[in-house]
């Protein structure tokens, strides 16, 4: 298997997933869920069918709301936050259905969750810049670190627009549940990526061969690795999300996702970037070289030594 | 003979007596009830820890969005307080709000303080409350008693008057507690609930000297400058007990005296938001998401075993161990368990599995080199390992700047977030020791001579 030689399938791949992403992004953007945009929210069972709902709700409400549905599960949502006497209102509304049953009620201001997401963001962005300098240091090579973390922020994008998608078209809401998700899928992808340039770094200290061949070694040589490791997880993940309903189900979705993401992206994405990098990074000045005859020095110790 | 028993078993005792005390931390109670020759057993497992101040009760705690409850922030306002006090009104506050939660007999509550954007807020999380409102009373409440005398009257409309009241030296500080009693009233006739307050020595003497000089006035009795109760004094009070009656229903008379018995509120608060967690949706959601989780598990051991063979036999052993380790620690710590802290959870336990593989993987490898599987075995390990480690030190940082153990302020320090970055945190550290320690010393033990 030569990853290499077809990198440019997974480039365009990726490329066009990546576009589907920022696609969805911008046409639908995000539907925010109340812990961070403020508001109320409702979730009741009822057996009416959505537009019976709607119309009863449209008649004699006077502000805004959106209501979204998955099997016998609705959600109300305005970005009001109600009063007591609201919200005993909209409970007479529904009540005219006997299957109703009031699942959960939040009534919530804004600036709470704003807080956490912004606050959320700084951690991620300080966990990344470690992170980068650890993969650098770790590593040798600041190319690995890059790579490493462009392929993170693929997956993480590419997460991100399906997910614009899944708001749009389903019940699915960016809600602190779905950032841990990201978070996950994020150390995931990097997780996985690792792993790989582990096994690089041990070929290219053993082989002499350049690096197109010494990447595309490691990656046959953790291709099982990855496979089975992601088996795992997808078993473990689908049979959460067959389980579970709600906001739960669209968890365990992002996580099926991202892990699916991350194993393709560690071979196909990061591992083509550092080699392309490494490419265009030997046009430019002296300096930014890899200190090449140490390498060679190096090479020819293990290869000595790699006879068992 | 004995220090070379000790040197090649060490990694046995350790795992076995792991092994022993993390099942004794998670052994449900039993009642058992039988009489034996060497006694009577009540009942077996669901123990308690106790060493000092230090006690556990080893149940695990659930977070909100497991269990419902209510969610209350709360805005204090500090505008009274000097700048130099202010974080000492924040610790009382928060201890204060605790402490009332605790009497009111739920579970114990999650009490955080916030600082963003130049205000703090304080998070209450009240799990197993179903009523937001309720709950609002009690916490939100400053709840300052004082007491005052009645001094002349003012005329508040024409033709109608009522009493002045002119402070008095009896404050919050001077009651011992409150308790909450069926009030008889004067002739037995009445049978309304009320609070009892008892003063210490000093409020007794004090209250004695006051319903002495004031014999037939109006004394009030004020919660947050609002009268409670202005009964007359009818005669010298010398038991040093006062109580107040009202329109009170049991529910808001056990409140009340909940209220003054954790005391007052250093500053007011106000409520910034309210919100009701269903419990029906957590618990059924969780239900499922466990027998979801428990199948997913089966499902990872049946294709670890068909596809590793007695390495994933290895595997399913070390992730019991590591189910058991994780549980522990969290009863142990504790750990509240919210969905992203499952989460976390469920990241960790790929990790552990990740090494397993990575480590089969690559002792695999080494047996196809060479003919000692006990050789192949520890090269296999020395060459997985450089990669777990990285992985997992990577896992670690994005646990710890999430976790922010430091309370940084610029990052997170309260939250679900940090939830899972706790479990996370845990759960690599854990997978460390079960995925590496625990698995390698069983290949080493199967491979000693081979």
């Keep these: 298997m030569n990853i290499l030689k077809y990198r440019y399938v997974p480039y365009a791949l990726s490329s066009l997933l990546i576009l589907f992403a920022l696609f969805n992004i911008v046409r639908f953007g995000f539907s925010l869920s109340t812990e961070f945009t403020g508001g109320s929210e409702l979730t009741f069972k009822s057996s009416l069918s ?115 998608f899944f708001g749009e078209v389903a019940t699915a809401k960016i809600d602190l549940l779905f950032v841990t998700a990201l978070l996950t ?75 699916v993401l991350g194993t393709y992206s560690s071979p196909m994405v990061a591992v083509p970037i550092f080699y392309d990098l490494q490419r265009l990074t030997k046009k430019l000045p002296k300096k930014y070289k890899r200190k090449k005859p140490n390498k060679k020095k190096k090479k020819k110790e293990h290869k000595d030594k790699v006879v068992v | 003979m004995f220090s070379s028993f000790i040197k090649k078993s060490w990694p046995a005792v350790v795992i076995l007596s792991i092994l022993f005390i993390t099942i004794l931390v998670n052994i449900p109670k039993i009642t058992i009830n039988k009489s034996y020759s060497f006694g009577k057993i009540n009942y077996i497992g669901g ?34 307080v000097d700048e130099g006090d202010k974080e000492q009104a924040l610790l009382s506050l928060k201890d204060i709000i605790e402490n009332r939660v605790n009497r009111f007999g739920v579970n114990e509550p999650n009490v955080l303080v916030n600082y963003f954007n130049g205000q703090y807020r304080v998070l209450v999380e009240i799990p197993g409350v179903d009523n937001v409102d309720r709950a609002l009373d009690l916490v939100g409440k400053t709840a300052q008693l004082s007491f005052g ?11 109608h008057t009522i009493p002045k009241f002119s402070p008095t030296d009896l404050t919050s500080e001077h009651i011992e507690k409150a308790t909450v009693e069926l009030y008889q009233g004067k002739n037995g006739t009445s049978n309304e609930p009320s609070v009892k307050i008892t003063f210490n020595s000093d409020g007794a003497k004090i209250f004695s000297q006051i ?54 509120l250093p500053v007011p608060v106000e409520v910034f938001s309210k919100e009701q967690v269903g419990p029906s949706v957590g618990e059924a959601q969780v239900y499922k998401s466990v027998l979801g989780g428990l199948v997913g598990l089966l499902l990872v051991i049946i294709f670890m075993i068909l596809n590793y063979r007695k390495f994933g036999l290895i595997s399913a052993v070390s992730l019991m161990f590591y189910g058991l380790i994780t ?79 430091f309370e940084w302020g610029f990052l997170l320090n309260s939250g679900p977030v940090r939830g899972f970055a706790a479990t996370l945190g845990i759960g690599i550290l854990v997978s460390l020791f079960t995925g590496v320690f625990v698995t390698k010393h069983i290949l080493n033990y199967f491979y000693r001579n081979k």
């Design chain 2, 47 to 80: 123990y308690g820890l106790k060493f000092g101040n230090f006690e556990r009760d080893l149940s695990l705690k659930k977070g909100l969005d497991i269990s419902g409850g209510a969610r209350v922030v709360l805005s204090p306002d500090l505008s009274k």
């Design chain 2, 327 to 405: 549980v522990s620690l969290y009863k142990i710590i504790p750990i509240t368990l919210t969905l992203p802290g499952i989460a976390g959870l469920i990241l960790s336990i790929g990790m552990a599995v990740d090494s397993s593989i990575l480590i089969f993987e690559s002792t695999k490898d080494q047996m196809l080199v060479t003919d000692s599987k006990s050789i192949a075995v520890s090269r296999g390990f020395e060459v997985a390992w450089k990669s777990i480690k990285d992985a997992n030190i990577v896992g670690l940082i994005i646990a710890f700047v999430l976790f922010n153990p």
């Design chain 1, 185 to 259: 899928v994020l150390s995931f992808s990097l997780y996985d990526t690792i792993v790989i340039f582990d096994r690089v770094r041990e070929n290219y200290k053993k082989t002499s061969g350049g690096y197109y061949e010494v990447l595309n070694l490691s990656v046959r040589q953790t291709m099982v690795r990855s496979i089975n490791n992601s088996i795992t997880s997808i078993l473990a993940l689908y049979s959460l999300a067959l389980f579970v309903s709600g906001s739960l189900f669209w968890f365990a979705l992002a996580l099926l996702i991202g892990v």
């Design chain 2, 149 to 159: 005398i009645e001094d002349g009257t003012e005329e508040i409309a024409e033709g």
């Design chain 2, 211 to 264: 319903t002495k000089d004031n014999t037939g006035k109006r004394l009030a009795i004020y919660l947050d400058d609002q009268i409670l109760i202005a009964p007359v004094i009818n005669e010298q009070i010398v038991r040093g007990e006062a109580f107040i009656t009202g329109q009170f229903t049991l529910e808001q008379a056990k409140d009340l005296a909940i209220q003054i018995n954790s005391g007052a």
């Design chain 1, 50 to 164: 959505v537009g019976d709902v709607n119309k009863n709700l449209d008649q004699s409400l006077d502000y805004e709301f959106k209501l979204r549905t998955q099997d016998d599960i609705y959600v109300f949502t305005t970005n009001k936050d109600l009063s007591e006497n609201e919200v005993e209102n909209l409970r007479n509304i529904l009540n005219k259905d006997p299957n109703f049953v009031e699942e959960n009620l939040s009534v919530v201001k804004a600036v709470i969750g704003q807080e956490l997401i912004y606050k959320t963001f700084i951690a991620v962005g300080i966990s990344i810049l470690v992170i980068f300098v650890f993969i650098a240091y770790s590593f040798k090579s600041v190319l690995a670190s890059s790579s490493a973390i462009l392929a993170m922020i693929h997956d993480t994008l590419i997460l991100l627009g399906l997910f614009a």
